[in-house]
């Protein structure tokens, strides 16, 4: 049985088998003795050399552990990005392969007046112009270091970054891989 949300995607699986000359692919919940599962449904129709349907051709997936795993994987995500949101410091992700920020939390927006895109945007360069220029070589040392470490190094450095006043903020920068 459908779930009541789902009636309308029974109501077209049954339509589409009715019209026995097309194939099809739907996704649907349905109530079981065990509770609610998510099923893909796939059918083609099988026809002779004349056109005609001789029989359908169908599969079942049952998808309810991929859903759920997908579901988990997504509040994980939700609370380590409501986490980051609230923490007082900086927090980045970053893809070491592309030299780009996957992500940003509020910080480093606030710290340096550029939101998260132009961050990401400014490329290497244009983020490297943000710290004192005393810095930049140091800076860009430790991200080689990083390159070279291994998953259980913890690397830090401080260096100075430009406010958006102009300013100079103190950074300490706690990186592992």
């Not at 339509?15 to 996704?27: A, D, G, M, R, T």
């Not at 998510?38 to 309810?64: C, F, H, S, W, Y």
């Not at 112009?129 to 140091?138: C, F, G, M, S, V």
Request: charged share 30%; glycine share 4%; aromatic share 6%.
């Amino acid at each position: 049985h459908a779930i009541e949300e789902d009636r309308s995607v029974a109501k077209r699986i049954i339509k589409n088998l009715q019209k026995l000359h097309q194939s099809f692919e739907e996704q649907i919940r349905i109530k079981t003795g065990n509770g609610v599962h998510d099923l893909k449904v796939k059918a083609t129709a099988i026809a002779d050399e004349n056109g005609t349907v001789q029989r359908i051709v169908g599969v079942d997936m049952d998808l309810t552990d991929i859903v759920q795993a997908q579901e988990q994987l997504e509040q994980s995500r939700h609370w380590l990005e409501e986490t980051a949101k609230a923490s007082p410091d900086a927090i980045t992700i970053y893809d070491l392969e592309k030299k780009e920020p996957v992500y940003l939390n509020n910080c480093l927006a606030e710290w340096t007046g550029k939101t998260p895109e132009e961050l990401v945007a400014m490329g290497i360069e244009g983020r490297l112009q943000l710290i004192h220029a005393d810095d930049r070589l140091n800076l860009l040392h430790f991200n080689e270091k990083i390159n070279a470490a291994d998953n259980s190094q913890l690397l830090v450095i401080e260096y100075r970054l430009y406010r958006s006043n102009s300013s100079l903020r103190w950074i300490r920068n706690r990186s592992k891989v």
